[in-house]
Every structure is written in structure tokens, then in C-alpha cells.
């Protein structure tokens, strides 16, 4: 691949942009997604398969970039059991917070104890655009 890889964090519609606010803040450092979907690419704007080392560009629901972030770790884990590294870094108060809005936003999908989810860790790398109009 000669490009970075992308990544796009949705939000509840195409106008939010929290979730890519929260990393460029500091206060998102971590991303789950089913394993299904994680090795699958989504798009132009998400590659999908993201491992240790990889520098990632963050797109808003607009297609624009905001942020470029570092990937660190990647790891599987069960639903039932969210560690805290998880949960905080997902920018929740809790792993039943992290719980709740997870069923909510995959309501398809039936998550049990032992559903699992791979992980994205990373840290920001560098803000492209803070502040965006229009």
C-alpha cells in the first residue's frame, strides 16, 4: 500500500463528528469492532485489517481528514468482559456503559458474554484540522 491507511469513526449521523473530536482531544484512544468486521475494508475512507505500527488518517462522515493516529496494540476481547483499558479508552465511565451503547448502535447483532470484539489502541499523531466550517 503506498497510501496510509484509513480509518472513519461514525457517528449517530453524517453532522457528527464527537467521535473524531474525542480523539483529537486525547480522550479516545481506543476503537472496537466485531471481529467480522475488523479484517473487512469499509470504503475509501476505511481500510479495516489496522495492526501495530500502522499511521492512520481519521475521516469525519464527510470524507475530510482531521487526524493521523499510530496504531499500538490490537487484540481480541469478549463482551461479557470488558478490561478498563477498553472502556476508558473508549471514552466511557464504564465497561456496562461500553456495554449498553454497543447494543444500541449494533442492535442486528445478538451480544452475549462471549461475543467478542477485536481492539484498536492508538495515540494521536498529529491534529489536520481542529476546526472545520460548512
Known amino acids: 500500500m503506498t497510501r496510509r491507511k484509513r480509518l472513519t469513526f461514525w457517528g449517530a449521523d453524517e453532522n457528527d463528528d464527537s467521535l473524531s473530536r474525542a480523539v483529537m482531544d486525547g480522550r479516545k484512544t481506543v476503537t472496537a469492532d ?58 466511557f465511565s464504564s465497561a456496562d456503559e461500553f456495554r449498553e451503547c454497543h447494543i444500541r448502535c449494533l442492535p442486528h447483532l445478538h451480544l452475549h458474554d462471549d461475543f467478542e470484539f477485536v481492539t484498536l489502541h492508538f495515540e494521536l499523531v498529529e491534529v489536520i484540522a481542529r476546526e472545520i466550517t460548512a
Request: glycine fraction near 10%; hydrophobic fraction near 30%.
Open 34 to 91: 466485531t471481529v467480522a468486521q475488523y479484517y473487512k475494508p469499509y470504503g475509501e475512507y476505511g481500510d479495516g485489517s489496522y495492526v501495530p505500527g500502522d499511521m492512520i488518517e481519521v475521516y469525519d462522515l464527510k470524507q475530510r481528514l482531521r487526524c493521523i493516529v499510530k496504531a499500538t496494540k490490537v487484540y481480541t476481547i469478549k463482551f461479557g468482559s470488558i478490561p478498563e483499558e477498553v472502556w476508558r479508552g473508549e471514552a
